[in-house]
């Protein structure tokens, strides 16, 4: 299909050669000012991200696998996924102890996980790289250790959030990170459970993607 | 809807005599036009954020070619195939092509309008081959064998009634429940197990970044993400015009997007792609694809007032705020993209011939343009395109289609009894003594007489009346 190609790109060089086009400049001065201090960050991710229904959970460094383990009997959820090569994976499973949780390494291809994935697995836990406070989302960056389906495929997806890695908005994180220079597979901004209004304008949740959605928030 | 010239006029009187329709599409808009509103209030910020998304739009149509080039670069270094097609018969082929190489049976779509201009589920049906749209409101008007009546609510049109009716029919082992929660969910089961068996997913594209080779999609369900992940290939579907120049220029466009069209401060997931799995990563599709359509659009920016149709970042927030779309409901253009966008973009894609009435389905009343987030002129458009259906000037296919010698005498008789005091004298003079007289059926007057009370003609003109009260003649 060159030949397609070949004729779009003569034509459009020539439709605006002949009618060239001068953009006004882009001023990006109304998204930088959007700015948030530093002690409203939280709060607000918060306060937009439980009005579409994502729970939160507060933890220190030093004691996040125990808050997350204490969740997980008492909602009894079965099993848990991660990313057992990732820091947050080996501390994970430190001390983590029988009769608990099940905790099942994300350590093959996705299709050799897949049928668990789907059937079986009822949580995902994943790191972040930071959350946004004007829209209160998730920056996830997953990685050859940490896959993306860890936080799409089970019913309920555990992020960890640390307090201060938080962003005024998506533009100056993704600044701040430097994504133009290397952007990886896949970048994602997670703003809640999966959720639907395409059911008369009813707000229903858990379409497709995960049915619940717990920030465990890690404060230093 | 191939073949004959859709009939806009007869579409609408019915869609206008169904009160149930009508009810659903007046509550549903009011709902959007109030919660996008609440996500503008504060002007200044709304003012500023709808400058730069425009001068986004705007730099990436003004460096458009060179751009696609661009695009087309980073995405090959990134591993993805790009395709482009002149036609949609020929995207169709791609598509095709790519599905009989994998030996594809089940195919999962997300959301693309560009898919619904190419009939693609039609050619896939027609080849064997099974797809389903996994969107909650593309799966509805799916199985029920319609087409989307807004381009970012396909199901709007229906009730929780009617769709709990139509699943109890289509979906084994369904109760019948009007419950929300309870269709969704059911529709989660049906459809999970469709994921996990994909051969291949399907998807649009919101934006594609030529600086990085990234592909951008927003949705709230998590459908998008399971069709761009699950699957062993990933086909992506884009209009030329969806470039963008740089990574920067997303958060303007995704800042106004979600905002407009629903109100939402943000969409559940934005999902940015820039390659299939890469050696040693343990998910995402081998293969990804992408398909850059033209489909009319490069005869649309040779024209430089016409262009501005290609800045559209489809929010259909145009539909949500239309007073002819709120009344006849998406069905009636019997086109991928109804409401005020449409009534532009189709005629020039599809040709006046077969999509002339649409430019006239307008009150021009602005209430698009006022909300139109990166700010295209469809109006001024729209007015350009009745022009081109009677005076072609060889811009729009189809121009000309709806020219008549009957009319063009009418006006160019208007024209010089506006010019010629005397004849306008005579003209008005025998208007108010002959004009009640004149049968509402004339042939031009059938056109307003047909729906309207023929209006009276006063026994004396205004310039008399004028004159016996002591104004003076000029």
Known sequence: ?220 | MDGNAPDFAAASHAALADPQLRGNFRRAMDGLMSKRAAQFADAGEWTGVRALAASVRLRALSKLPELLEKLEETCTRNGITVHWAATTDEANAIALDILHKTNAKLVVKGKSMVTEEMHLNAVLEKDGIEVLESDLGEYIVQLDGTMPSHIIMPAIHLNTKQIAHLFKRKIKDAESREDAAYLTDLARRVLRAKFQAADVGMSGVNAAVAETGTLCLIENEGNGRMCTTVPPVHIAFMGLEKVVEKLEDVPPVISLLPRSATGQPITTYVNMISGPRKDGEKDGPREVHLVILDNGRSNIYADPELRDTLRCIRCGACMNHCPVYTKVGGHAYEAPYPGPIGKILVPQIEGLEKRGAMPHACTMCNACVEICPVKIPIVEIMGRLRVEAVKPSGAVKGGGAKASRTEAMAWSGWAAMNASPTAYRVATLAMSKLGNAAPSSLPMLKEWTNVRTKPRFAGRTLHDLARAKGVPDV
């Open chain 1, 1 to 220: 299909m060159s030949d397609a190609r070949n004729s779009i790109l003569t034509k459009l060089r020539k439709t605006r050669d002949a009618h060239p086009l001068t953009p006004p400049a882009s001023d990006f001065a109304p998204i930088e000012a959007k700015q948030w201090a530093e002690e409203e960050r939280l709060p607000r991710i918060r306060r937009l991200m439980e009005a579409v229904h994502t729970e939160f959970l507060d933890a220190a460094e030093a004691d996040w696998p125990a808050v997350l383990h204490e969740f997980l009997a008492r909602e009894g959820v079965g099993s848990l996924v991660y990313a057992p090569e990732t820091e947050e994976g080996k501390r994970l499973v430190e001390g983590w102890g029988a009769g608990s949780t099940a905790l099942i390494p994300y350590d093959r291809p996705f299709e050799d996980l897949k049928p668990q994935l789907f059937d079986s697995i009822e949580a995902g836990l994943t790191t972040t790289r930071g959350a946004i406070a004007e829209t209160g989302s998730l920056i996830l960056w997953p990685t050859a250790d940490e896959p993306r389906t860890l936080s799409l495929v089970p019913h309920i997806h555990i992020a960890l959030l640390r307090a201060d890695a938080l962003y005024d908005t998506f533009l100056q994180a993704m600044r701040e990170q430097g994504w133009a220079q290397a952007m990886p597979t896949n970048v994602l901004l997670v703003s809640g459970p999966s959720k639907t209004a395409d059911i008369e304008q009813t707000l229903a949740y858990g379409v497709h993607g995960p049915k619940r959605l717990v920030v465990l928030v890690v404060h230093p």
